[in-house]
């Protein structure tokens, strides 16, 4: 069965594990910070924390923004569930803001109309959350002018995209937002196995999640040098720590990340190039001033105009030995979020593009025949609709 994402490990990757189990420690060692240093020369940023998951990484930021039930945290429906509980997770609130019809991104005209609404209420929106969906950065000069504007925080879920350029950029996604939040799960670019990382080049979040990470314990330097014990538990904090074994993975990983993109954005070539005479399929569309680096394919079919649905589409793909998938279910259909109002007029990109959406497999060790099977398929699915 070929799915729509999977991890790339070769035997030096392998190696490296087998090696980093030999090492003295294997928790809290010197191996999350060799990769932390990685991580911060090859996105640019001031500052790169290790941790247990990408979901970690988002609890965390919000936790060093002081976020409480006091704030108002927005992001687009169109995304994965810890874009969202992430402000759940600090009590805050949260609500949704439509998404770019081409880029399925957060709409930036959509937030500001939402945040003069909240204004009109006299209420302020904290932070936006935003994901740059699918591998293709968001339209981030945008996001930039009404954080300014609006002093709002500016959360970058850059878990589908880290890798991809905006302005030809790789260090963009700090640059423009104040934190950046990154995945390491075996579907994303690289893997820890499980795993993630935020980037920031602000210290204050650098040191705040620090302290989350590891139960909130403060160790101070000189303190310690007289009272070799002692350390200080500041606040509440958790068990979020990537361990050796993940981080000598991820640095393994990441040199390789460049050659997984290429791959990427050779498949992605190729399904494009393929698709072009399909004119029932709408592809991915790319802004300007950007690069994708193609953790999803997502392509789309007016099913209603059609006149054949999706379910029947994925039963036609699995006869194949192909699993698609959707990325995602709007947020707002969630049992989770039925106490939010919402009003669907508002979200006409979202609802329409989950009507039509749908991931072909797309991932950097995808075999030749592999390709050729989702290739195949497509062209039999077009038969089969001519010929209805
Ligand atoms: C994968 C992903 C996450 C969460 O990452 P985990 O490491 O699985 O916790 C968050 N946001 C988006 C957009 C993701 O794709």
């Not at 081409?102 to 500001?112: H, K």
């Not at 302020?124 to 925080?153: R, S």
């Not at 990537?242 to 050659?259: C, F, K, W, Y």
Request: net charge positive; hydrophobic share 35%.
């Amino acid at each position: 069965m070929i799915y729509y994402g999977k991890q790339n490990l070769n035997n030096l990757d392998i190696a490296n594990v087998i090696k980093s189990l030999k090492a003295e420690k294997i928790t809290q060692g010197e191996k999350p910070l060799e990769f932390e240093n990685k991580l911060k020369t090859k996105f640019k940023s001031k500052y790169a924390i290790s941790l247990s998951s990408g979901t970690a990484a988002l609890h965390c930021i919000g936790l060093s923004l002081n976020w409480t039930e006091e704030d108002i945290i927005l992001t687009s429906p169109i995304t994965f569930i810890a874009s969202a509980s992430c402000a759940l997770m600090t009590n805050s609130k949260i609500d949704f803001v439509d998404i770019d019809k081409d880029i399925f991104s957060m709409d930036p005209n959509a937030l500001e109309d939402k945040i003069k609404l909240y204004r009109k209420k006299n209420k302020k929106i904290t932070a936006v959350v935003i994901t740059d969906f699918a591998g293709q950065p968001a339209d981030w000069l945008d996001f930039y002018y009404l954080k300014k504007k609006y002093d709002i925080q500016l959360i970058n879920d850059n878990c589908h995209s880290y890798g991809a350029t905006y302005k030809d950029d790789i260090g963009y996604a700090s640059k423009y937002a104040d934190a950046v939040s990154l995945s390491f799960h075996p579907v994303k670019h690289i893997t820890t196995i499980e795993g993630g990382a935020i980037l920031t080049n602000n210290y204050q979040i650098y040191k705040n999640s620090k302290l989350f990470r590891s139960h909130g314990i403060d160790r101070n330097v000189q303190l310690t040098k007289r009272y070799p014990w002692k350390y200080n538990v500041k606040t509440l904090g958790y068990n979020y720590r990537m361990n050796d074994i993940q981080a000598a993975l991820g640095i393994s990983q990441l040199n390789r990340l460049d050659e997984f993109i290429v791959k990427k954005k050779k498949i992605a070539k190729i399904y494009d190039n393929f698709l072009n005479d399909f004119e029932f399929i709408k592809k991915p569309i790319l802004k300007t001033n950007r690069t994708h680096s193609y953790h999803l394919y997502v392509l789309k079919i007016n099913f209603d105009r059609l006149k054949y649905s999706k379910s029947k589409l994925f039963k036609f793909f699995k006869l194949s030995g192909i699993t698609l998938q959707v990325h995602y279910i709007p947020l707002f259909y969630h049992q989770i979020f039925k106490k939010i109002k919402i009003d669907k007029e508002k979200f006409v990109n979202s609802v329409q593009y989950y009507k039509e959406c749908f991931s072909v497999p797309i991932f950097s060790g995808i075999k030749k025949k592999e390709i050729s099977k989702v290739k195949e398929t497509l062209f039999n699915l077009k038969k089969k609709i001519y010929e209805k």
